[in-house]
């Protein structure tokens, strides 16, 4: 065959396989625009949902504080909200119905008055004085500064009526209403007002827990990932662990709550809802992840490091740890940390364990009651009250800022730190 | 240096381990422990939530297990790895009641707190429905009476129209939550029962024992397997089984998600807590039943006819041990939280009328334990 007839076929069939080759990437580049665009309504949505529960609404009032109402035995215990309410009819003289008032009352948080009992404690010379202070409003005004409450509906149709409204907008015609930035959504714990309702208790309860699964699962994981590529001998049995450990990475996280439930709580009587006891649960759901990974990594060393470390006299336990490890440990530290990152947005688990519940105080070690970030957004979108709306959705967007550090250190890591072959 | 260090690591996680391991036994609560209902749940922590605040004692642990749930763990055994309070958004079951005595809890004290409604709402573009109770039986309900031969049939109705001339001519299709709810089994007692006692068959069959129930489940065209020598359990199974044809949607137990789904889609019907339609007046809509609408007053005074009363079960033998505990109760019975200007109310909660919150806070107070009769 001349080189000019094959020059011919391979010309004829040259553009047939540019255009599919053209088209494969096409369909390549139409699937990573497609998948963007749904991230970017995902992280739109949550975003416009969610950013103005970054900052509140708050109403500044004259509070006398009374020596009357504070100079009793126990400060601590004294009647703050009959201060507010005080003022709010000092400022409203003319609301005079029961009913009305009590609505009145409910312009400013419940929360305001653990505000105001703190001042006090912490300063006892403002008893006497009357200062103007900014105090939490209700989470139905901040709804309506917001602007989730429609002022055109009838008054029938919204949370507040025609004469709240009016009153708000008193307040804010003598500039008595102010945004500011949601600090106590950082600072606190749950509660059942959305006003005063924060992330710090779920935050330290995923801490603590992912401190747990981290000290357990990192140096075991890793330990059982050496032992089983470098030093385990190959035959059935180890063919039959490998297996499982393949079959345990799959298993639904429920399943790791169900045993949590069975061992830890039932047998080991550990107390329930306690960071211990999610730490461990997501310690077993992660460890076949760092197991899988450490072994890749491992794996990815060629084999001529181990025999030249071999080769000039170093044990095999030398040649492993001095030579082999510091090679795989990027790789075992991304494995970790995607594993870390996939319990840290797990609440399935921590269903069977009891940490889906109502916890205000700030857990403070690993027996404490505590939630976790995933479990605090699915109770709060749960809630009946509106503004928990928003503030589902800036826990997501704290959760998910958590996830992308977690895993841009792992892209990080990986990008630094690995050697190519 | 890196074997250094997974030794030292290895080290403390075996120390770690060890001593969480021993000393958990050992560990006594300082907090109270409560469980059970998720109708009950928003109630009970604001309550826990303003007694944490406002004492030195820390504040209750709440969780939603469901009413089942809750006083299954409760029943368990006395001891601080066992709740103190379980809440339950139904009285207590006689057989919950024996778990109980069986594992030693012998004096339990039962506390009713209020009512809630239970709505069938739909969206505010469309109108306002005005159901009975039979209406709602005849459109959810998996067999109903043939208007004819007065046989049990599947259920041939696709309109409301079909089910009642005077509603309107649109597909029926509700949204609810599934078996598991306790929502869901008060629904099916108050709202299908009712409606299904307006059929002079089937009340005579919930009536009936033995032979009588074979001849009216023949008239009825009942399979024989059904029979049981009590006629109001046979009675039971027809009134509560809900049509499975894709009528009723389980919408899960997420009462937001509900009221999110008849706001997209005008047509459908929902069933949720009151606390949900509280919230959301400016979305959706309660409809009729009877003749009522689900209103707050409607709600306490009994003329709604789909409410329920809530309660919480406390383990009296926990009440001198568990620090907070009487607190919470004198909270929780305190006019301020669930008095008819409370704090509870503000919540969705419908209140109790006077003589009944006076019983139970006196039964509080004595800690009267429960007798079953």
Known sequence: MSTEKTMHIVQRGLGKRYRQEKIFKLMGLSAILFSLAFLVF??????????????????????????AVLEVKDPASANYNGLIKESLRNAFPEVKKRKQKKNLYGLVSTSASFHLRDMVLADPGLVGQTKTIWLLADDDVDMLMKSYIDRDLPQADRRMNDLEISWVDKLIAEGRVTSRFNIGFFTNGDSREPESAGIMGAAMGSMYMLAITLALAFPIGIGAAIYLEEFAVKNRLTDIIEVNINNLAAVPSIVFGLLGLAVFLNFFELPRS?????????FLMTLPTIIITGRV????VPPSIREAALGIGASKMQAVFHHVLPLAMPGMLTGTIIGMARALGESAPLLMIGMVAFIVDIPTGITDPATALPVQIYLWADSPERAFVERTSAAIMVLLTFLILMNGTAVYLRSKFERRW | MIQKSVTIIAVAVALLAGSALGTSKAIARDYVSIVGSSTVYPFATTVAEQFGKSTKFRTPKVESTGSGGGLKLFCSGIGVSHPDISNASRRIKKSEYDTCQANGIEDIIEVKVGYDGIVLANSKKSITMKLARKDIFLALAKQVPDSKTGKLINNPYRTWKEVNPSLPDTRIEVLGPPPTSGTR????ELAMEGGAKTFADLTALRKARGD??????????????AYNEKGKTVF??????????????EAGENDNLIVQKLEANPDALGIFGFSFLDQNEDKVQGSFIDGHLPTFEGISDGSYPVSRPLYFYVKKAHVSVIPGISGYLEEFTSDKAWGDEGYLADKGMIPMPDEERTKFSTDVKNLTPLVWQ
């Open chain 1, 42 to 67: 995902l992280f739109s949505s949550i975003f416009l949902n969610g950013y103005k529960a970054f900052y509140q609404t708050a109403v500044s009032i004259d509070i006398f504080f009374d020596p």
């Open chain 1, 274 to 282: 306690a960071p211990l006891v999610g730490g461990l649960v997501l």
């Open chain 1, 297 to 300: 990594a491992l794996q990815s």
């Open chain 2, 185 to 188: 089994d008060a629904f099916a």
């Open chain 2, 212 to 225: 009588e129930v074979k001849i009216l489940m023949d008239k009825l065209g009942i399979p024989e397997n």
């Open chain 2, 236 to 249: 039971k199974l027809v009134a509560h089984s809900i049509r499975e044809d894709g009528v009723y949607i």
